[in-house]
Each structure stands twice: as structure tokens, then as C-alpha cells.
């Protein structure tokens, strides 16, 4: 293992507490944990991906992304389909061996494991985490009539810590097995990733990072000074361009740009989403889109521009959900002559940001309470949370990986929206149950139940703690 690879996974053993670990596997956890985050963008539990330690299929790793969230439970899946009516899924499947060579024998094996994983008769006995990774692609398949635009998708990374050479022959090897498992028509899309050291370095720093995109964006105007606000535009952009902000590197939508809006994406049900995709759909009438639509409200944290082009870093829509979602969704019916009123205001006033989530969620049916637990309450309960010194510490993440960037924090420590109303629900609703399986329910409560005006803190913080307390155990027995 190269030095840096080494500094690199030295560092995720203590940000992970698993310096006990051996190396090959830390490793494994390693790979589960870069694979993933180069398709989600929210804090996760890398052990809850894990599935390496005999009997695991060749297989070290299983990630099904389901609605932009990543999850491990029919129960969950259950759940989301619940409020969107609806599936978009990805498969992440991740092998990863310290070696310094890729394995022609040990990357047809691991394809060997995918493939049984999807057999309708399987014959290997499995582990319990791949197995219950199985019971939940069953299940997403006893629902396939609920596939939002098509098929599942399914990726397979194989991570090493040498340098892929793109051997003809393993290519081609390669490339026939893919299209075995396209051949099954389970899938929309297979894709094989060969991960050498360079790839495994790229996709750690792009997990420390926060997300940065660039876009051209021509047809702008700069807002004159305002007090909080470095900076801030008002213009129209093409569809197609606007697409680029909401987009990861795999192409999906970054889910965890919308984190400050009230309400997630409504579906079709909805009957302005249904108008906008009408819209959308008509030759003459997405012509006068511009016209017809409220727009979009991105806030960034840090934005440059050089001549038509921008570059926003730490960023978050907080207004048009809504129609971000349906022009992702609609993708094949964007052209040039979709354009979308959209303003850029750059700010690191947390004041300025609530202020404007506020003002903008206000032209929706948005109630008090849901406000108030959007911004306040989560400010107020980050600040409690930290005020406990060493050992008593947490870090509650306002902002999808806002402490990434940030050496010395044991990720351990830090307590994400849904963890927080996970563990407060068990232990203060009496519902462990729903914490474990129905959290699309629980997020339903926020404002009224969860989050509350008026609520303590002492609660929030007790329920934290408790759960970081589990979650060093498992660390520690692993």
C-alpha cells in the first residue's frame, strides 16, 4: 500500500473509531465508504453497508440507494413508497482487496457473487447483512410496477490499491460480464468500475469536499448591495445547464441540496408539479416556461464568476424543489428553449439563509412549525449539542456534511438530522419501532411531534447520546 492511500485510510480509521481494525479490514470499510459517497451525498454509517466477513458472496460491500436515500430495510423502501408512490433505485455493489494488482480470477468472482445475489434460485449460503440486503431487492422488485422511470440501476466497483492498466483482456472479460447481468432484465444500466489508488484518493477528497459546480449562466444581472450578502444575481438559465447544479458526478440528483426546503419532491399528485410537467411535455408551450414558473432560489456559501460562467460551492435550493424535481425528472423533453428564472445569493450569515428560507417558503402552504423546525430549532440544538465538553461532545449536522472538512471530529460524534429523529422517537415517542422501520413516517411529525417550539434540549441531547453510545459499541466489537 502506497503512502498516501495509507495516510489516507489512517485517517478514516479515526474519523471511523476503527483503529483496531485490521488493515485489509479497514480497508473494506474504506472502499464501502468512498464507492457510496460518490452516490450520496448525506452522512452515513459505513457499517450499515458492510457485508464482507465470509459468506459474504465475494462481496464487501452492498449499498441500495432508493429515492435519493440510502437504505437497509424492506421496512424503509416500505415506507418512501409510501409518500412518493413511487421507486428510483441503485445498486452499489463494492469489492475491495489491498493488493496492488487486479485479479482477473478475484473480478470475475466478484461478478460470480452479483450474479447469484439477483438469482431467482440461489444456491450459496450467505451472512446475515447480505441477506438482508436480498430480502430488500426482493421486495423492490415485488414492486417493479412502481419503477419511476425505469429500471433499477447496478454499479460495481472493484477497489484495489495499485493502478488500473486497462488490461485488454480483463476489459473485455469485463465488458462480457456486464452484459450477462444487463441480459437479465433487471437493469436499466450496469456499469463496472475499476478502482486503482489515483480513483480511490479522487473519491476521498471528493467526499471531504463540499459540492462545487460550475455552470454558464450569461443572462444575469448583479443585485446591488445588501447587507449579510457578499454577493447575489437575478437571471434566466437554459434547462439543460440548470440540470449541472443538481446533478452528482453519476448523474443522479443530489438529494442533499434540498435539505433546507420544508417539503421533499410531491410527485405527479401534486397539481402544479402535474402542470409543470405538462409544460414540459409540449412543444409550443415549454417556449413560455420562463414566464409561467416562480423560479428558483439557490444560496452558496461561496460563488465566483468569470465572465459568463459561475461556480458555486456549499449551496442549497431553498425554494423550487418542486420544479427542480420535475425538470430532472423530464430530462428528455429539456431543451435551449427551456429557460428557468433563477437567483444566486451568496452568504455565510445563518441569519440571512433562515431569513430568505423563510420569505421564500412563505408563497407556499408551509405552517410555522415547520419553519421554526427547518431553521431555528436545528440552529439552537446544533449550538446545545456542542456545548458538552470532550467526551459529552456531539456535532449536530445542520448542513449535509458540514464538518466533513473538519480534522479531529470522530464521525462517530456526529448526529445527522435523521439519526437525531430516529433516536429521539424511541426513546421519547415511545416508537423504536418506527425508528427503525417507518422513518418516512416520523419526518411526517417534524414540527409538531419532532422538533418542536417549546420542546428542551436535554431530550435531543440524551436520545443523541445514546445512540453515539451504540454506535462506539459496534465499533468496538467489530
Given at each position: 500500500m502506497d503512502r498516501?492511500?495509507?495516510?489516507?485510510?489512517?485517517?478514516?480509521?479515526?474519523?471511523?473509531?476503527?483503529?483496531?481494525?485490521?488493515?485489509?479490514?479497514?480497508?473494506?470499510?474504506?472502499?464501502?465508504?468512498?464507492?457510496?459517497?460518490?452516490?450520496?451525498?448525506?452522512?452515513?454509517?459505513?457499517t450499515d453497508v458492510h457485508t464482507g466477513g465470509g459468506n459474504d458472496l465475494g462481496i464487501?460491500?452492498?449499498?441500495?440507494?432508493?429515492?435519493?436515500?440510502?437504505?437497509?430495510?424492506?421496512?424503509?423502501?416500505?415506507?418512501?413508497?409510501?409518500?412518493?408512490?413511487?421507486?428510483?433505485?441503485?445498486?452499489?455493489?463494492?469489492?475491495?482487496?489491498?493488493?496492488?494488482?487486479?485479479?482477473?480470477e478475484q473480478v470475475m468472482a466478484f461478478f460470480d457473487g452479483v450474479d447469484e445475489f439477483f438469482s431467482e434460485t440461489p444456491?450459496?449460503?450467505?451472512?446475515?447483512?447480505?441477506?438482508?440486503?436480498?430480502?430488500?431487492m426482493q421486495s423492490i422488485y415485488d414492486n417493479s410496477l412502481k419503477f419511476r422511470r425505469s429500471k433499477p440501476q447496478c454499479r460495481l466497483s472493484y477497489v484495489t490499491t495499485g493502478q488500473w492498466t486497462s488490461d485488454a483482456y480483463l476489459g473485455a472479460k469485463a465488458v462480457t460480464r456486464v452484459a450477462r447481468l444487463k441480459s437479465t432484465g433487471l437493469f436499466s444500466e450496469v456499469t463496472f468500475h475499476p478502482m486503482g489508488a489515483d480513483e480511490v484518493h479522487a473519491s476521498y477528497l471528493r467526499s471531504k469536499n463540499s459540492v462545487t459546480t460550475e455552470f454558464s449562466f450569461p443572462s444575469k444581472v448583479l443585485l446591488p448591495d445588501i447587507a449579510g450578502v457578499s454577493e447575489s444575481y437575478?437571471?434566466?438559465?437554459?434547462?439543460?445547464?440548470?440540470?449541472?447544479?443538481?446533478?452528482?458526478?453519476?448523474?443522479?440528483?443530489?438529494?442533499?441540496?434540498?435539505?433546507?426546503?420544508?417539503?421533499?419532491?410531491?410527485?405527479?399528485?401534486?397539481?402544479?408539479?402535474?402542470?409543470?410537467?405538462?409544460?414540459?411535455?409540449?412543444?409550443?408551450a415549454k417556449g413560455r416556461f420562463v414566464?409561467?414558473?416562480n423560479g428558483i432560489t439557490i444560496?452558496?456559501?461561496?460563488?465566483?464568476?468569470?465572465?459568463?460562467?459561475?461556480?458555486?460551492?456549499?449551496?442549497?435550493?431553498v425554494n423550487g424543489c418542486q420544479t427542480s424535481h420535475v425538470l430532472f425528472d423530464q430530462q428528455e423533453h429539456l431543451t435551449e428553449q427551456v429557460q428557468v428564472p433563477l437567483k444566486i445569493v451568496a452568504t455565510q450569515d445563518e441569519d440571512v439563509v433562515n431569513s430568505i428560507v423563510t420569505a421564500t417558503n412563505r408563497q407556499t402552504q408551509v405552517?410555522?412549525?415547520?419553519?421554526?423546525?427547518?431553521?431555528?430549532?436545528?440552529?439552537?440544538?446544533?449550538?446545545?449539542?456542542?456545548?458538552?465538553?470532550?467526551?459529552?461532545?456531539?456535532?449536530?449536522?445542520?448542513?449535509?456534511?458540514?464538518?466533513?472538512?473538519?480534522?479531529?471530529?470522530?464521525?462517530?460524534?456526529?448526529?445527522?438530522?435523521?439519526q437525531q429523529i430516529r433516536s429521539f422517537a424511541a426513546m421519547f415517542l415511545d416508537e423504536p419501532h418506527r425508528s427503525i422501520s417507518y422513518y418516512a413516517d416520523l419526518q411526517t411529525q417534524v414540527g409538531s411531534r419532532i422538533f418542536s417550539d417549546g420542546h428542551k434540549m436535554d431530550p435531543y441531547y440524551v436520545s443523541s447520546y445514546a445512540h453515539w453510545n451504540s454506535s462506539s459499541a459496534t465499533a468496538l466489537f467489530r
Open positions: 498516501v492511500t495509507k495516510a489516507y485510510l489512517d485517517a478514516f480509521r479515526a474519523e471511523q473509531s476503527v483503529e483496531k481494525l485490521s488493515e485489509s479490514d479497514a480497508f473494506e470499510l474504506f472502499a464501502d465508504y468512498c464507492v457510496i459517497s460518490d452516490s450520496y451525498d448525506d452522512e452515513f454509517n459505513v464487501d460491500g452492498i449499498g441500495v440507494i432508493v429515492n435519493g436515500s440510502l437504505i437497509s430495510s424492506e421496512e424503509d423502501m416500505e415506507g418512501l413508497l409510501k409518500i412518493t408512490g413511487s421507486l428510483d433505485v441503485t445498486f452499489c455493489f463494492i469489492q475491495a482487496k489491498t493488493s496492488s494488482n487486479f485479479s482477473g444456491s450459496l449460503p450467505v451472512n446475515e447483512s447480505v441477506s438482508l440486503a436480498r430480502n430488500l437575478l437571471g434566466v438559465i437554459s434547462a439543460p445547464e440548470f440540470i449541472k447544479i443538481l446533478s452528482d458526478s453519476a448523474g443522479n440528483i443530489r438529494k442533499s441540496l434540498f435539505n433546507d426546503n420544508v417539503r421533499d419532491f410531491q410527485e405527479y399528485d401534486n397539481s402544479v408539479n402535474a402542470d409543470i410537467q405538462r409544460t414540459l411535455t409540449d412543444g409550443a414566464v409561467l414558473n444560496v452558496a456559501r461561496e460563488l465566483t464568476t468569470t465572465r459568463d460562467k459561475v461556480t458555486i460551492s456549499d449551496y442549497q435550493i405552517t410555522n412549525e415547520d419553519l421554526y423546525a427547518l431553521g431555528t430549532f436545528a440552529k439552537k440544538l446544533e449550538g446545545f449539542l456542542s456545548s458538552y465538553n470532550n467526551d459529552q461532545r456531539l456535532y449536530y449536522e445542520r448542513r449535509s456534511k458540514q464538518y466533513n472538512a473538519v480534522s479531529g471530529i470522530k464521525k462517530v460524534r456526529i448526529i445527522t438530522k435523521s
